[in-house]
């Protein structure tokens, strides 16, 4: 993750810790076509309870690149 520099610039020195928990990172599209689910698989650690954190993002409008967090 830190060597694509638009990802670089959203990490934090506090997130460095519990990025070294992490296994994997899943995308894919939800049968609606228009929300885009994110997986975050890690390994047990001492920051999450959970071992896979979701994040689920909306598609907006006609642009397809375009992404706006849900919740």
């Known amino acids: 993750m830190k060597v694509n520099s638009l990802l670089t610039a959203k990490i934090l020195k506090f997130d460095e810790g ?3 928990f992490l296994k994997d990172i ?3 599209m939800e049968s609606n076509g228009i929300c885009f689910k994110l997986e975050f698989s890690l ?3 001492p ?3 959970n071992s896979v954190l979701t994040k689920t ?4 409008g006609d ?3 375009f992404l706006e967090p849900i919740g």
């Open 18 to 20: 519990a990025l070294k």
């Open 57 to 60: 993002y909306r598609k907006c």
């Open 43 to 45: 390994d047990p650690n």
């Open 47 to 49: 920051y999450f309870k």
């Open 26 to 28: 899943e995308g894919h």
């Open 63 to 65: 642009d397809e690149d």
